[in-house]
């Protein structure tokens, strides 16, 4: 079958490492099933698994892809949740759930991924894929929108009508927090370094929008980091005495200057967010059936044409991009 997979690590230059060709159809052990794959999007993690973060050697060759939407054999139609946990994996102390098991693991990572024309998922990966979604749209959906829908209403703890500040309007997490925020009732106010991004933010949703690092007319409730290094310090200089920030990622660099005086005085809260559970994955779902959100697609390509799409997605495209299969 084809599929885009990484031939081997490649840590300064990952797009070496993208092939486009035929692989072997996937056998599901027990407790599997297979997925015809109708659509799967790119994410960031693609590029961290081309550079071998994340991955051990020996798991090479790996097909790309971490979520996506297709067909089971029996012809259901199905959203897939990309991370696998120890089967029976019971977590330790009141807030903790499968995102906290130290063995889960994400699709790329030891099995393979979504860009080909099947893949093998456990049967508990799998939830119903609303009528009113395109395959498209929901391929979106299991990772950057699980991931921004977490942040924002399992580990954020804001009420409708809070001030949140999304940092970055151009990368998909954002993209997915301003119309997750907006259709929770939020005032959504979203930074960018560009024009473009800052237009595009307006256009999912947001009230307000800022140039990087701009003064803002007052402090927020919560802000929604994935950018790190660059937005940090502007971060802890936006969020009210008692807010919070919820970090999920560090696109421009995993070590700010952490500013603890301001965290200490100001009382901060720092909340880290990773993915989210499956029952997270099914209220999103649910969320934006009950809401009509539509996750938005920026670009698709067709499956044999991923290595341009991630040749895109490493010089910096905005939204989301799908493959198509
Ligand atoms: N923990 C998890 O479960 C999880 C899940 C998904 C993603 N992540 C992580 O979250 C991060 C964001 O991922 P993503 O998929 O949204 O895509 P991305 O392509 O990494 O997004 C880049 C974002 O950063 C902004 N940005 C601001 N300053 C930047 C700079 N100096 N360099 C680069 N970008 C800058 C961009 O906004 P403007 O262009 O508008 O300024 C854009 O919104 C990644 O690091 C990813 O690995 C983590």
């Known amino acids: 079958m084809l599929a885009v997979y990484a031939t081997g690590p490649h840590p300064d230059a990952p797009i070496k490492g993208i092939e ?9 052990p027990e407790g599997w099933v297979r997925v015809k794959v109708r659509a799967a999007s790119l994410n960031r993690h693609d590029l961290w698994t081309l550079r071998g973060v994340g991955i051990r050697p020996e798991f090479f060759p790996m097909i790309l892809g971490c979520d996506g939407a297709g067909v089971t054999d029996d012809g259901t139609d199905v959203v897939i949740y990309p991370i696998i946990s120890q089967p029976g994996f019971v977590p330790s102390g009141s807030s ?5 098991d130290p063995a889960r ?4 990572e030891r099995h393979h991924g979504t860009f080909a024309a099947y893949a093998a998922v456990p049967k508990r990966n799998l939830l119903s894929l609303p ?3 395109s395959y498209e749209a929901a391929a979106t959906l299991g990772c950057t929108f699980l991931t921004a829908y977490r942040m924002l209403i399992t580990r954020s703890g804001l009420p409708a009508g809070s001030t949140m500040l999304v940092q970055g309007a151009t990368g998909g997490v954002s993209t997915a927090l301003i119309q997750l925020g907006r259709a929770a009732g939020m005032r959504v106010w979203v930074t960018s370094r560009s ?3 800052r237009e595009r933010a307006i256009a999912l949703g947001a009230h307000q929008v800022f140039e990087q690092g701009e003064r803002l007319p007052e402090r927020v409730d919560g802000v929604f980091e994935s950018v790190g290094r660059s937005t940090w310090s502007h971060s802890m200089r936006a969020v009210r005495p008692g ?3 919820v970090c999920c990622g560090a696109t421009s660099g995993a070590d700010p200057s952490a500013d603890l005086q301001r965290l200490f005085f100001l009382q901060i809260s720092v909340i880290g967010s990773t993915m989210g559970t499956l029952d997270e994955l099914r209220r999103l779902i649910a969320f934006c059936t009950a809401g009509n959100v539509q996750p938005v697609v920026d670009r698709t390509f067709p499956l044999d044409q991923g290595r341009q799409a991630l ?7 905005p939204g989301k991009v799908v493959l198509v299969v």
Do not use: C, K, N
């Open 105 to 108: 693991h994400m699709l790329t």
């Open 311 to 317: 040749e895109l997605l490493e010089q910096g495209t």
């Open 243 to 245: 807010g919070v920030i």
């Open 20 to 28: 486009a060709g035929a692989r072997p159809f996937p056998e599901p």
């Open 195 to 197: 024009q473009a991004g």
């Open 131 to 133: 009528a009113s979604m």
């Open 96 to 100: 903790g759930d499968e995102t906290t």
